[in-house]
Each structure stands twice: as C-alpha cells, then as structure tokens.
C-alpha cells in the first residue's frame, strides 16, 4: 500500500516539473534573446555567436538564408554566414543612438527564409566613460548683495555630461574660499551644485569673488569639466523678483509654426528703479533648449525658434530665472509637452524580392517587408493592402513583417507580368499613406504544344512542274516563349506505305515551306495526302500535327492518240466503200483517245486532206467519216484521206491519221490490193516478212497472256461480288471514253464481250467482232496492240 502511494506521489511530482520545463521554454521562445557590447568599438568586432540560439549548424546557415534585419536604413550589424558571428558593421556611439535613455537597446530580427523565420533579439550597448562633463558657460557670473545674510544659497548652471549610469555627472566641488561652501541638492535631472553663503560679505572689503566649479563623472578614471564662478558683490537689493507661478504647464502641437508664442511668464519686484526692473533669461538650459526656444527679456514672452517634432522629443524642461536691476533673481520651470499629430508616413523595408517567378506553382513566396510608423498611437497603427483582382496576397507576420504569396498558379501565357502595389496606410487623422509598386515577370514553362493555323491544308500544284518548286506553306504557332516557342516543322510517315512521299515532298523546317522535289505527272498520280509534324524546342519537346492534301492539276501534255486505223508502220488498212452508197454512208469511224482530263480531252475531228475534195465529209465530235454525195463512175478508185485529231487544250495538241478507201462495184468483188501495195509486198525481202511474222507472234502472245490475266481478275471479281458466273467489270474509267452507245466518242454501239466460258475448264475468251462493215478485220487484240491503254478507257460488255 505504502509503495503505491508513493508511486503515485512520484508520478505527480514529475508531471508538475515537466509543466514547469514547459512552461519555462515556452517563456523563453517568446522573449527576445539579448546581448550587448560596449559602445565606440571598431568595425567588425565580435558581438556573439547565434548558432546556438538559433538551433542550427554551420553548414544551414547558407541554404536557410539567414541574415540580420535591423531598424531604419543603417546596417550596422553584420551575420557572417560562415561562422555564425554576430559582427559590427560600424561604430556604436551610444549618445547618438539613445541620447540619455538607459538602457541602450538596439532591436534585431534574425530571418531565415527558407523556410520562413523569425527570431527576435536585443543588442544592448554599453556605456563607456569617453565623454567629460561640459558647462555650457565657461564664465558663471552671479550678483549678490551685500546684505544678504549667511545660509544664503545660490543656484549654479550645472554641467552637461553625454554619459548615463556610472559613467554620468556624479559630483561638484569649488576651490576652497571663506566666504562660501558647494551644496549638492538631487532632482530628476541629476545633481543640481548651490553655492551656500558661509558669512557676510562686504563689498567695501572685496567687491567681487573668483571660484572655480569642477564637475566629475563617476568612471575609472573619472572625467572632470571646470567653469569660472564670478561673484560680483552687489549693493544692497532686499527684494528679490518672484513668479507669479512657480511651475507652467504646457502642450505644443508639433506642426507649429516657428514664432509661436508658447507661454507667458510674468515675475514682480516689490524694489523700484533699477532693482524693480525685472529681466528673463533661461537657466541651466541646454544647446537644444536654446536653439528650440527664445524668451523675451522685457515680457517674459517664450517663442519657438524651431520646429518640434514629436518624433524626436516628446517634452522640454525649461528654467526661467528673472532677475531685477539689483542682480536678485527668482527662478521657475516650463514644462513644454510636444503634442503627437500624424505628420509621418508610413515606411516599407523591403527585405526579400523575388522579381521572376516560374508559371504553374502554387503559393509562392514573392517578397517580405517590414512596416513601421514613427508616429504614436493611431496615428503609428498601419495596414497593408494591394489592390484587387490579382492572384496575390499578404500573409501578416511578427514584428509587422509581411509576405507577399501568390494564392493560385500562374499562367504566363494569360498575363505575363504583373504591376502590383503595396499600400500602407496609417490610421490618423488625416490618414497617410505610402505606396511601393513592384513588378514580377512570370517565367514560362513549355505547357502549349504548337498549334497550326489548319487542321488540314489543301494545295493544289500543276502538272510537269520544276523541281524544287514551293507549292505552299504550313504554319503553326506556339504561345510559349523564347525557345519553347520556337517551332520545327517535319513530315511524318505515310499511313499509305506505297507512298514515296521522300521523293515528292520536302519541308522547311524553319518556316513549313513544302516543296515538290521532282515532276509530277497528274496521268500517274493525281492526289496524295500526308501529315506534317510541328515540334517546339522545349524540354520535354511538346507537338501537333496537320493533314495536307495535295492536288494535281491537269496540264495538256497529252497529244490524242489514234487507235483506228492502226498506224504502226503495218500495211495500211484499206476501206471498202460500194459505188452504190448513198450520201452520208458510213465509211469508216476514226477512233481516237486522249489521256489528259477535262477539256484537255475534248477531241475534235477534220478533214485536213483528201484526193477528191467534196467527195468525203468527217463529223467534228463523232470521228465518222462519211459520203458527202452519191458516188459516180467518173469517181477515182482509190482514194488517200487524212484526218486531222485535235484536243481543247489551250495550247491544243492535234495527231493526224490517214485513210484508204477503196470504191468497189460490190463486196463480192474480190479485194484488190492496191497497186503501191502489191509492189511493195513484191519487193519484199524474205528475211523482213520472217522478222515481222515473227514479231507479230510474241506481240500477240504477250497481249493474249494480259488479257488471260486480267480476265481472270475481273471473273474473280464478279464472282466475289455476285457468286460466280461471267459479268461485265465496272472500272474506274473517264465518262467521255466509257460512253459506247453513240452519244460519246463512237457514233454507234460498239460492244465487246470478254468471258471466261463456264465448264471448260480452261481459261478462254471469247471476242465479238464489231457490227458494222468499217471495224471487219479489226478485232479487239489488233486495238490493244494499237494503244494498251484503250483497255483503260473503255468498258467491254
């Protein structure tokens, strides 16, 4: 029992001593840490080492960025980084920063910004005996009457000492004399010497008296300043002056004007003449008291010779002694109280500012400032504030610091730069403010690929153009800047694999120029389309691409192209026309092609020569030639036409064809070879009719074996679509050269059946000859020997 108890009473105790620790650390967090160092030492003289107080290791130092912040515009202390040392940045007069106030403190911040910290601290600065005591007067000079009884006192002007504590005015002492004794009485304002009369004095005997007043501080070794009391022994004067008040209180605004009459001050003597005139002067008053102040020595009047400023002083402490023509004085005290208006503007430190920024981060510290005001109450409380609508806020610290942070991530690409103002108001009357504009810049991040200005382009380039011609221009921009905007343009792969887009196309890839590299031939290739790339230079490279379709136009670069009669250097074909024919009998048909497109293909027919002008007539759009009247006995039997093919192009190209025609009795006639003909085929070598047997064989091999093979495509075709069977090809084929029933380039229905026969098991085909009497002898593989590419341009049913 007696051990539980105990327990028990251990663990209280602990739990009141670890409140206390608590409780102790927490009073030592919110103090600021002190030091001092004595006044007047040289620059960078050692004042502490923080890293103690700090927490925090030499090699933090630098990457926290730590530093000193002290009040007002000076630097005067320095934080080496290095070590941690707290150093002078300057010499310290104590009298000029704190005057009389003791003690001496000089606040500081220590910032650490990363993250953001502050630690308060206080740099006390010591005194040091380096200044003496100093009478204003060097030269006392009192009056006193003879008749004035011993135990008399005489107030002296005390002596000035900038020191305070120890070091400051302690004591007086006069040289030794008969006649008087160094009274010392204490006041608020420090030791005041009186001259005490030890026994009468006899002006008959000795008129006037010389001591010297020595003033002495109380350092080691003490200072000391000396005055010369003058004693004039005067004649008898039982009546000093006396004020009317022994005390004046009074309050001055700051903002008044210099000339501005303070207060009155009014002192009688019961004498007359001379003793009974009365005259002020100030006692015991300091160089600043002086300069600040001036009393008229007839009214008692008391003017301001100086502006006040609250800021600076806060009250005065004037003596006013009046003295009659006898040299008697009284004497009486003006407390002057500055009164506080708001005559100072609020002043910003700026202690950290970062002026660029990266876009898309979130709640970045911008800058740091302190705030303060000089004035007092109201008129010293300040706010802080910028203006609205921009991604910005102040976050309030300690010590009226406050941090500039942004509130969302920044898009450079939406406003780059922002102007933002800081303004700090006080809250006096009237109110007073100051305002800091910064600017800060948005760095950019690559965060927009590059867009084009089309999602497709279409070109459109003639025919047999130069190579290396500039067909057209992509473009794309990116709202990036410097180098995550600049865009590289490049082609893609074609999805088509076929495609040799390497040897068609080039681009710039500085300024998308798309070039052709070579000829392009709209009979072999009329349209291609490809993807272009634009890449921007950032990291990591973002890209976009564009479709670009390129068309080629047609150029007449296609003469027509006769495909009956055959003209290949065979012998010619000779047209059997009955001398019976009426007019308008078809003779024959002049069959021709063209392979551009358009109305480069529109073909034309003429009449460009004949052996019987009048006798035979060419339809222009159909190629028919025709009788042009009834024929006679009188008409030659042979006879030599040439027809003129011309397309519409502009230049037109034209080819020219030539017909023999054979007029005949009927078509039983057997048929006649013409004479030239006959003779040539006489003359004949025997090795050139084997050379063209010959070659008429393979050429009709090799048209039978593309005819098996393109047969057996098409059945295959058919089959796939309609389940077997023989059907007519439906090809991609020009409507002016598909058209077979008269209305296109054939005046007739010239059909041709190409089939597989069903069942025979072998790959045959069957050709029907033309109707009419103009293609006898013709057949379909002597067309396709003709021009292979009529099988192109015409449908076979």
């Not at 009298?95 to 500081?108: I, K, N, S």
């Not at 600076?312 to 006898?326: F, V």
């Not at 000829?519 to 490279?541: I, T």
């Not at 190629?623 to 042009?628: D, L, M």
Request: aromatic share 8%.
């Amino acid at each position: 029992m007696e051990a539980g108890e105990g327990k028990e009473r251990f663990l209280k105790q602990r739990q009141v001593l670890i409140f206390f620790v608590l409780l102790g650390i927490a009073q030592a967090a919110s103090e600021p840490r002190r030091y001092s160092v004595a006044e007047e030492m040289e620059s960078g003289s050692f004042v502490a080492n923080l890293l103690k107080d700090l927490g925090l290791e030499v090699n933090e130092l630098a990457a926290r960025g730590a530093r000193v912040i002290s009040k007002g515009k000076k630097t005067r202390l320095h934080f080496d980084r290095q070590t941690g040392d707290l150093l002078l940045n300057e010499k310290l007069d104590r009298e000029e920063l704190c005057g009389l106030a003791e003690p001496c403190v000089l606040p500081f911040q220590v910032l650490l910004e990363n993250p953001l910290q502050f630690f308060q601290a206080e740099l006390r600065i010591r005194d040091i005996n380096d200044h003496s005591p100093v009478f204003l007067d060097k030269e006392i000079i009192l009056k006193i009457s003879e008749s004035l009884t011993p135990g008399a006192t005489f107030l002296i002007e005390r002596a000035q000492d900038l020191d305070v504590g120890s070091n400051s005015l302690q004591s007086y002492t006069v040289s030794p004399n008969s006649y008087f004794h160094l009274k010392l009485q204490d006041s608020p304002d420090g030791v005041l010497p009186q001259l005490v009369l030890d026994k009468a004095l006899d002006r008959e005997q000795q008129a006037e008296i010389r001591l010297t007043l020595t003033a002495l501080d109380g350092g080691t070794p003490p200072r000391t300043g000396t005055a010369l009391v003058h004693i004039e022994v005067l004649d008898i004067n039982d009546n000093a002056p006396e004020f009317a008040k022994r005390f004046y209180e009074v309050q001055v605004p700051e903002n008044s004007p210099i000339g501005f009459l303070v207060a009155i001050v009014s002192a009688s003597d019961l004498d007359i003449g001379t003793y009974g005139e009365v005259s002020y002067v100030f006692s015991q008053a300091s160089e600043e008291i002086r300069k600040t102040f001036q009393i008229n020595a007839k009214s008692g009047e008391l003017f301001l010779t100086k502006k006040l400023d609250f800021e600076s002083t806060q009250t005065y402490t004037l003596n006013i002694q009046a003295t009659d023509g006898g040299g008697l004085s009284g004497s009486c005290v003006v407390f002057v109280q500055v009164m506080d208006l708001n005559d100072n503007p609020p002043e910003l430190t700026m202690s950290t500012f970062i002026d660029h920024i990266p876009e898309n981060l979130q709640e970045t510290i911008i800058a740091v400032f302190r705030v303060s005001d000089p004035d007092s109450g109201d008129n010293g409380r300040t706010v802080c504030s910028i203006q609205d609508g921009l991604p910005f806020f102040l976050k309030p610290s300690v010590e009226n610091f406050y941090t500039l942070v942004t509130n969302t991530a920044l898009d450079r690409e939406t406003r780059a730069e922002y102007n933002i103002t800081i303004t700090v108001t006080d809250l006096g009357t009237p109110r007073l403010k100051t305002q800091h504009n910064i600017t800060v810049t948005v760095s950019d991040v690559n965060d927009n690929a590059p867009a084009f200005s089309q999602a497709a382009y279409t070109l459109r380039v003639r025919e047999n153009n130069s190579p290396a011609l500039h067909i057209g221009s992509v473009s794309a921009t990116d709202r990036d800047s410097g180098a995550n905007a600049q865009v590289t343009y490049s082609l893609l792969p074609p999805q088509d694999p076929q495609l040799p887009l390497a040897s068609l196309v080039s681009i710039n890839a500085d300024n998308g120029q798309l070039f052709a590299l070579r000829s392009l031939d709209f009979e072999a290739l009329r349209a291609f389309e490809f993807r272009v790339g634009a890449a921007d230079r950032g990291s990591p490279a973002l890209s976009s691409q564009a479709l670009v379709r390129v068309l080629v136009v047609d150029d007449n670069d296609n003469s027509p192209f006769v495909l009956y009669p055959l003209q290949n250097g065979s012998a010619p074909c000779t047209e059997l026309v009955p001398r019976a024919a009426e007019a308008g009998y078809l003779v024959t048909k002049v069959v021709a092609v063209d392979g551009d497109s358009g109305q480069n293909a529109w073909l034309s027919y003429q009449l460009l020569k004949a052996t019987e002008p009048g006798l035979f007539g060419v339809w222009a759009h159909s190629g028919e030639v025709r009788t042009a009247r009834l024929l006679s006995e009188r008409d030659a039997v042979k006879h030599r036409l040439v027809v003129l093919v011309k397309d519409n192009g502009e230049p037109p190209l034209s080819a020219s064809v030539t017909l023999h025609v054979l007029l005949v009795d009927g078509f039983s006639q057997p048929y006649l070879p013409l004479p030239d003909a006959a003779a040539a085929e006489a003359r004949a070598d025997p090795l050139t009719v084997y050379l063209v047997v010959a070659l008429a064989s393979v050429s009709s091999l090799f048209l039978f074996s593309v005819l098996v093979f393109v047969a057996v495509r098409l059945c295959r075709r058919s089959r796939a679509a309609s389940g077997g069977g023989c059907s007519v090809p439906e090809g991609p084929f020009p409507g002016h050269l598909v058209d077979v029933s008269g209305a296109g380039t054939l005046s007739h229905s010239y059909q041709y059946e190409v089939c597989l026969t069903e069942g025979s098991g072998t790959n045959e085909f069957k050709f029907l000859k033309p109707i009419l009497p103009s293609f006898l002898g013709l057949g379909e593989e002597r067309i396709s020997e003709a021009n292979p590419s009529f099988r192109d341009n015409f449908e076979f049913s």
